[in-house]
């Protein structure tokens, strides 16, 4: 049997350890707690978390399509957790939590809305299947991270209400010049600046562009694809990766072990805390004054634990370079040897999947080794 198609349900509480009692600091994107006094807090915050899960039952992908996606939907799982976790920061703030029973927010249902299973919801499982066929990927084909990067940076672009921008920096460089060119649009048409002086009439000469598009910062989601190593992750880079998780602006991390996806939002010890989408739940349907029956988008039991040096080397971040060994360059400008976005005259509609081809390397092995 192929091992994309094997399954397990972690719905069965009682397979799962309490969280440890220990002294060691606990990291939660971004936050830290104490898990002998503040177990009660730990176990909020990971419960807010959106937990997306195989589901099944769901209107048939494409039309004639899956019905489910057990076997080989968990990376799309995780694409769409670090997503949502991006959204209810964007929405919510980071400091939002998630009761059972309690009204909730309208901008947490539009949230929800978008992660529905049906092909008119923003981030469905039908739409990120439907878009990674521009990425050489068929419909049923498990994804690495580098693919579920590139389709959410292309499925981003049509969310008008949140205005996110989803950038995969590639070739383990993020370039400042991209990514501002990516955040503050109005930039182009009236100047970059110079220098702060200049800022009052770069402003005024962006007047013409829509009144949401002259925020002074676009929202950003850095995504960086990385390999830590061949076959397993380099021990160098372990210190470097759990620092990831105390940055304030985490969104954590995508992988997990070959065909077999976990999103990562936190480390205690020498052990990753992760949310498992390889659970199959029923399709869930809004009701009919738009709300959405929610219990089952949120991990209520313990979260799972896995040793750091079980990861697989091939994940996708947002990172940083502090302390340890840097997982990747951090560059003011492109260098010669990189292809320009530009340069490749894309449009929203990604139509020309030749130029997407060769711009966007869909096989997720082929990845820059790093080592020491």
């Not at 052990?271 to 809004?286: F, G, K, R, S």
């Amino acid at each position: 049997m192929d091992a994309a198609t094997l399954t397990y349900d972690t719905l069965r509480f009682g397979e799962f350890e309490d969280f440890p009692e220990t002294s060691e600091p606990v990291w939660i994107l971004g936050k830290e707690y104490n898990a002998l006094t503040e177990k009660d807090e730990i176990l909020s915050d990971v419960t807010s978390r959106l937990w997306f899960t195989y589901r099944k039952n769901f209107p048939p992908i494409g039309g004639t399509g899956p019905t489910s996606d057990t076997g080989w939907g968990c990376m799309l799982r995780c694409g769409q957790m670090i997503l949502g976790e991006a959204l209810v920061c964007r929405h919510l703030g980071r400091d939002w939590r998630w009761a059972r029973d309690q009204k909730q927010r309208e901008e947490y249902i539009s949230i929800l809305n978008a992660f529905i299973d049906k092909k008119d919801s923003y981030y469905s499982i039908h739409q990120i299947a439907q878009m990674g066929v521009g990425e050489g990927k068929p419909i049923g084909q498990w994804y690495g991270p580098n693919t579920v990067a590139q389709v959410l940076k292309k499925l981003a672009v049509f969310d008008t209400w949140s205005r996110l921008v989803v950038h995969v920096a590639m070739d383990n460089t993020v370039v400042i010049e991209e990514i501002k060119r990516l955040c503050m649009p109005w930039l182009d048409i009236a100047g970059e600046a110079e220098g702060m002086g200049e800022l009052n009439g770069c402003l005024e000469g962006a007047c013409a562009l829509a009144e949401e598009e002259t925020a002074l910062w676009k929202p950003l989601v850095l995504l960086i694809p990385l390999r830590l190593g061949l076959s397993d992750i380099n021990e160098a880079y372990i210190e470097t990766l759990k620092q990831c998780f105390m940055l304030p602006q985490s969104l954590g991390v995508i992988g997990g072990k070959p065909n077999s996806a976990h999103y990562f939002i936190g480390y205690v010890g020498e052990e990753l805390i992760y949310l498992d989408p390889h659970t199959t739940q029923p399709a869930v349907e809004p009701c009919e004054d738009s709300q959405v029956p929610d219990e089952t988008y949120h991990c209520q039991h313990p979260p799972c634990r896995m040793h750091i040096c079980e990861l697989d080397p091939s994940i996708a971040a947002l990172s940083c370079k502090r302390g340890g060994l840097p997982m990747f360059e951090l560059v003011d400008s492109q260098p010669s040897h990189m292809v320009s976005v530009d340069a490749l005259n894309l449009t929203p509609d990604f139509s020309d999947s030749d130029r997407l081809e060769r711009f966007f390397d869909s096989e997720d092995e082929e990845f820059e080794i790093l080592s020491l």
